[in-house]
């Protein structure tokens, strides 16, 4: 079974600049997180969706960050414009979205923004 | 709100010591608990996860059991070896759907 991918590994850019981020679930889960893992911390969560749907983004900072799940499976996260904090690792994880369910996580992507 | 405290690492020890990592949580109702492991440049893997209260969740060496009078999940290895060296993060569920991660303790074992 595929897990879940993520792409790039790794982003370079500057404060103001834009940068977006892919993530490809593992087949057949309907929910998809995005999360911030800023270094030495656990991961917050930014989004979820349930299919195409979103289910809490209470934490996205929707000034500057955006999200979609078009068709209900692969999803971007975008930043515009960046700042110096965002630099992070972005982790997408997917699960099949019933009760008691298990997360699985891609390899995350690691923006640094200078 | 619902959330987790693990303790502060950074841990370090030898190879073949035994290991505890704390894990306390504060949530309503009855959370799913979890142990997740991220070794260097990697994403989160489970170890592993106890659903209701007295359940021990176990993998590779490790355990845990959920203790809801002590609010507790904490993680323990009878002889860590130096590839259990990585970052491990306590995390609850009170949905299925919803997760809360600790901060997360580094663990380094030494030959």
């Known amino acids: 079974e595929a897990g879940v991918a993520q792409s790039p590994r790794y982003k370079i850019i500057e404060k103001r600049q834009s940068v977006a981020f892919w993530c490809n679930p593992i087949s057949g889960h309907a929910t998809l997180y995005w999360y911030q893992q800023i270094l030495g911390q656990g991961p917050k969560l930014l989004i979820q969706?349930?299919?195409?749907?979103?289910?809490?983004d209470s934490q996205l900072p929707k000034d500057r960050f955006s999200a979609e799940r078009l068709k209900g499976v692969d999803s971007t996260l975008k930043i515009q414009p960046a700042k110096l904090e965002d630099s992070a690792v972005y982790l997408c994880?997917?699960?099949?979205?019933?009760?008691?369910?298990?997360?699985?996580f891609g390899a995350g992507t690691r923006l640094s923004v200078l | 709100g619902d959330s987790v405290t693990q303790m502060e690492g950074p841990v370090t020890l030898s190879e073949e010591a035994f290991l505890t990592i704390n894990c306390t949580y504060t949530?309503?109702?009855?959370?799913?608990l979890f142990w997740y492991v991220q070794y260097p440049g990697e994403g989160l893997q489970l170890l592993l996860k106890a659903t209701k209260a007295d359940d021990k969740g176990s993998n590779k060496g490790f355990e845990a059991t959920y203790r809801k009078e002590t609010t507790s999940f904490h993680l323990e290895k009878g002889s860590v070896q130096v590839s259990d060296s990585a970052v491990y993060f306590c995390a609850l569920s009170p949905t299925g759907n919803q997760f809360y991660f600790g901060t997360g303790t580094s663990l380094t074992v030494i030959p």
């Open positions: 994880a997917s699960s099949l979205g019933t009760s008691k369910n298990i997360q699985y």
């Open positions: 949530a309503t109702g009855y959370p799913s």
């Open positions: 969706f349930q299919n195409n749907g979103v289910v809490d």
